[in-house]
């Protein structure tokens, strides 16, 4: 067996075995790819509105007394008056008080859990992950250098190959 053919042997069992360990997190790296170019189809938080009414011309001490009595799961973390409204934060959304009328307007805040997890990986923002992400790099560069040696023939990377390569780098540049 010449050198070049246990060459090509070698590349074809690492270029196999390399992709078949990154099909995971390609797919991962697309659908995060996908979310992210489609933020307002897929967002990582939903808003939510609700209204209902307390007591009229409360100070922010009645308030927050009236919040914590009406919504004991939901302890206010910020309460302030804010020209003739008392706003206020708990965890997971905002709201505000008119002491006038005694609405009350909350928002409050839902993640997507898949699109956040996915996301954070996206970003490097889960911990050791950025040297896996490094690690996906590199194995992506070996995957594509690799994979212009392993057709021969008429559509090999010099007969075919080298046109397609050449379009993809004329598609990155026009949108440079």
């Not at 007591?55 to 922010?60: E, P, V």
């Not at 009645?62 to 206010?76: A, D, I, N, R, T």
């Not at 008429?154 to 379009?167: A, D, H, P, Y």
Request: proline share 2%.
């Amino acid at each position: 067996m010449s050198w070049n053919s246990r060459l090509t042997r070698v590349l074809r069992n690492w270029h196999r075995d390399l992709g078949y360990f990154t099909v995971a997190v390609t797919i991962v790296y697309a659908l995060s790819g996908i979310f992210l170019t489609h933020k307002e189809s897929f967002p990582v938080i939903t808003t939510n509105e609700s209204y209902s009414s307390l007591s009229l011309g409360l100070s922010i001490g009645g308030f927050s007394e009236q919040w914590e009595m009406q919504y004991p799961k939901l302890p206010l973390t910020k309460c302030f008056v804010k020209g003739d409204k008392v706003q206020f934060y708990y965890k997971g959304g905002k709201g505000n008080y008119d002491a006038k009328n005694g609405k009350v307007a909350v928002e409050y805040y839902k993640k997507n859990g898949l699109i956040a997890f996915v996301n954070k990986l996206h970003f490097n923002q889960a911990n050791g992950w950025k040297y896996f992400a490094d690690f996906f790099s590199g194995t992506l560069i070996f995957l594509a250098i690799s994979g212009l040696f392993m057709v021969k023939g008429k559509n090999g990377f010099k007969k075919r190959g080298i046109w397609l390569m050449l379009l993809g780098i004329v598609l990155i540049l026009i949108f440079i």
